[in-house]
């Protein structure tokens, strides 16, 4: 994701915001249900498989409808550094022009 989001620095904020958290959303919700399949494909014994079968579906509910909400948060702190860093080569280049 912090890929896609340098990729798509020079783009505007709206462009990269909907990709960032489309994508970050996407991998989200599969990263859950393929956590789930897996705990119930390789489970080590049939007692455990049939616990993890038995449990209720909301961890991939809440996948599916709020991972969003990470994506934004990783959205919202990337920015906040992009705009860390611009800043301070902004600063910077103010200093060096002072200096000489």
Known sequence: MAGLFVGLNGKEWYWRS??????GWLV????????WWYAFQYAPNE????SVALK????RVFGMLFGW????AFLLVAEL???????????L????KKIT
């Open 47 to 50: 007692e455990v498989r049939s």
């Open 18 to 23: 909907f990709f960032v958290i489309a994508v």
């Open 93 to 96: 280049k103010i200093n060096d």
């Open 69 to 72: 909400v990470f994506s934004l």
């Open 81 to 91: 550094i992009r705009h860390l860093v611009i800043f301070g080569f902004r600063l």
């Open 56 to 59: 209720d579906g909301a961890p």
């Open 28 to 35: 989200f919700a599969v990263s859950v249900n393929v956590y």
